[in-house]
């Protein structure tokens, strides 16, 4: 089955830095590559997605990348903020009903 | 005008009673989904629900069993609550079948003692 690895597990930046997490996927008919952001104590919420017939989203300081022949897909945060110390989750999936998830990256960002 | 709406947020119980997590969203969405996040962090789905119709059921205890009497909700019973059901348990919901956001709720964080 899909099986979706994500590192690093902790992440720490200095403020205004960039920061990029990695996933790798193993099932090449994925084609839906979500990002959740959970904050502590909070529900996590999605920050930005790519579908597999494009190579780039960017959404402000947010952007996704993807590789198709090497099955992984990337997020990049520049000129991190401390509102983006969180959890960041990818996930991958061929439906809606199979969404593999990455087991998460702590994103810390030093001030 | 909250739009995945589960209760309660906490909820603390002992050993071997019975639990209900209820789950309500306003979406108009066809997809329900119950999460298990464990201490660390790790998001495992549990159930999913289309219109009313059990589509995943994932490796989980038959202690757990979800009820959907509608669409919009999808109602979590736990039996027999065990120290390792402690977690917190997130419900969710997506537009049909399409690969499409998952909306979740607050969460709910179960203790066992």
């Not at chain 1, 597990?9 to 960039?18: R, W």
């Not at chain 1, 991958?92 to 030093?110: P, V």
Request: glycine share 6%; proline share 4%; hydrophobic share 30%.
């Amino acid at each position: 089955g899909e099986n979706v690895e994500q590192h690093p597990s902790t992440l720490s930046v200095q403020e205004g830095d960039s920061a990029v997490i990695k996933c790798t996927y193993s099932d090449s008919a994925s084609n839906y590559f979500p990002w959740y952001k959970q904050e502590l104590g909070k529900r996590p919420q999605l920050i930005i997605d790519i579908r597999s017939n494009v190579g780039e989203k960017k959404d402000q300081r947010i952007a996704v990348t993807l590789n198709k022949t090497a099955k992984h897909f990337s997020l990049h945060i520049t000129e991190t903020q401390p509102e983006d110390s969180a959890v960041y989750f990818c996930a991958a999936s061929k439906s809606n009903y199979q969404l593999i998830w990455g087991a998460g990256t702590k994103l810390i960002i030093k001030p | 005008d909250t739009a995945v709406s589960q209760t309660p947020k906490y909820l603390v119980t002992q050993m071997g009673n019975d639990k209900s997590i209820k789950c309500e969203q306003n979406l108009g969405h066809d997809t329900m989904y119950w999460y298990k996040q464990d201490s660390k962090k790790f998001l495992k789905i549990m159930f999913s629900y289309n219109n009313k119709e059990l589509i995943i059921n994932e490796t989980v205890p038959n202690r757990f069993s979800p009820k959907s009497p509608d669409k919009a909700h999808l109602n979590l019973h736990i039996n027999s609550l065990e120290l390792g059901d402690s977690a917190v348990y997130f419900c969710a919901s997506s537009q049909g079948d399409h690969n499409s956001p998952l909306h979740f709720g607050n969460g709910t964080r179960l203790t066992v003692t």
